[in-house]
């Protein structure tokens, strides 16, 4: 009796639900180029996350700008951006025509009167405040009174 040749083996291939999963995880993670949380400059100049507060390098400015922005407001704003800009306790960063960055710190979340809708309320003050300051490329944060984001990166 003649010995059977031996069958050649296949190289090992994945299971076509594995491959599947890996796809998929990896279009969520990084296909769709989307994020929660942008990256943005900070006032030191370096980028990051802006999922937290920068540190207020001038607190006199900052809070100089908030009243500047809650008076801009009050005389032009709709009465939904004034009632948000209410809540605008310091306005950090720097921007010109041409470019910058704001990050807006608020009473959202612990303020004297509770807040419907967190959300909404921020949506409303980074839309007044992309009509109070225009520029090419700027960008406005607003952040809760605990210093998180709440809306990142909305152009102005």
Known sequence: MTPRPARPTRPARPHSRTVAVVALGAFLAGGTGCSVLEDTARPDGTTRAAEELPTDQDQARSKE?????????????????????????????????????????????????????????????????????????????????????????HRF
């Open 65 to 153: 700008n908030a009243r500047a922005f809650r008076a801009w407001t009050e005389t032009h704003g709709t009465e939904a951006q004034k009632a948000a800009a209410a809540r605008v306790d310091r306005v950090i960063g720097t921007w010109d025509a041409h470019t910058g960055n704001a990050y807006v710190s608020t009473d959202i979340g612990g303020g004297r009167t509770p807040v419907a809708d967190p959300q909404g309320a921020a949506d409303v003050i980074a839309e007044a405040f992309s009509s109070w300051k225009d520029s090419a490329a700027g960008f406005v944060s607003v952040y809760d009174v605990y210093g998180h984001a709440v809306v990142t990166n």
